[in-house]
């Protein structure tokens, strides 16, 4: 899992049957300022069960975890989704930058 910002949305007229009705975001790895980390890590698109908007923090699972999180057996054709719309985050137990 890993702390996201919702940063876009993906709209498709024509997907796998797997993607019908599930609403998909552009979602960009943050790091303890809020500020996207790395250059290596990309943003994802994940399925969103949960209406998050966009602009807001989320919690982004891969795998069966996210695919369970969007109900049945999690046999879907995604590798990520939302589970969790995040309130806060006390940022203390982040290790500090390197200078």
Do not use: N, Y
Request: net charge negative.
């Amino acid at each position: 899992m890993f702390l996201g910002k919702v940063i876009g949305e993906v709209w498709s007229t024509r997907k796998v049957g797997d993607l019908e009705g599930k609403r998909l975001l552009v979602v960009e790895a943050i790091d303890q300022r809020d500020a996207p980390p790395a250059k290596k890590v990309t943003p994802v698109v994940a399925a969103d069960p949960l209406g998050a908007d966009v602009g807001e923090r989320v919690i982004v699972a891969f795998g069966k975890a996210a695919r369970v999180a969007c109900g049945g057996d999690g046999d879907f054709a995604f590798e990520a989704a939302i589970v969790g719309i995040v309130d806060g985050v006390h940022p203390a137990a982040f290790p500090e930058e390197a200078s």
